[in-house]
């Protein structure tokens, strides 16, 4: 197997997924970054989250057999959505991870429900979590994997607040599906070959 960008840090890649503790949250639009995070350390057969970090982290090596494996580290914030960069930031300072090898799952309620994009750096789309992130980073050159949940047919505050803090309107599949295309996104970022071996692959 090839490892992805080995080095001497322990892990090559920091995943923070962004959700608010507590099961008044769970299963909710804002909390799908959590979701996504579980569903990852179930198909990658890491240990359970341990506290850690003011959140709850755990860590190993991922890959296929015979493609490229990365150690990564896995956060699920416990600090509220607000203050995510309270973990996340020592979360990166300790594990001595670059910017442009931290991965973010969150919510995006400006992506129809089912859409899932990849992006680097970038705006902030009033995103708390996102803010609270940039904030502990000094900057916001960092991935993400922006996950499309909707928004209600009202630009009112507490009518967007409550939709993505209330539970899911969409069916049990179709919620499913969403953390599986996000997963799909994730793993393919973190496990994509070194830029060397895509230029000589496009050759």
């Known amino acids: 197997m ?19 503790p507590g099961d008044r949250y769970a299963r909710t639009p804002h909390n799908v970054g959590f979701e996504v995070a579980e569903h990852l350390i179930e198909r990658w057969g890491l240990s359970k989250p341990k506290a850690k970090f003011s959140g709850l982290y755990t860590d190993g090596r991922v890959g296929t057999p015979g ?99 209330g539970r899911w309107k969409q069916t049990a599949r179709e919620v499913e599906e969403l953390v599986y295309e996000a997963a799909d996104q994730a793993e393919r970022l973190i496990l994509a070959p070194p830029p060397d071996e895509q230029e000589q692959t496009s050759v």
């Open 67 to 165: 493609g490229v494996t990365a150690r990564v580290g896995l956060l699920l914030p416990q600090t509220y959505m607000n203050e995510s960069g309270r973990a996340a930031g020592p979360a990166r300072g300790a594990l001595k991870v670059e910017l442009d090898r931290v991965l973010v799952l969150h919510d995006e309620i400006d992506l129809r429900f089912g859409d899932v994009r990849s992006r680097f750096g970038g705006g902030l789309a009033g995103h708390n979590g996102l803010k609270s992130l940039k904030a502990h980073f000094g900057s916001p050159d960092f991935h993400r994997v922006r996950i499309g949940v909707g928004r209600p047919d009202s630009t009112d505050p507490d009518i967007v607040a409550g939709y993505v803090l």
């Open 2 to 20: 090839r490892l992805r960008g080995a080095s001497s840090t322990p892990v090559d890649w920091l995943i923070v997924a962004l959700g608010n």
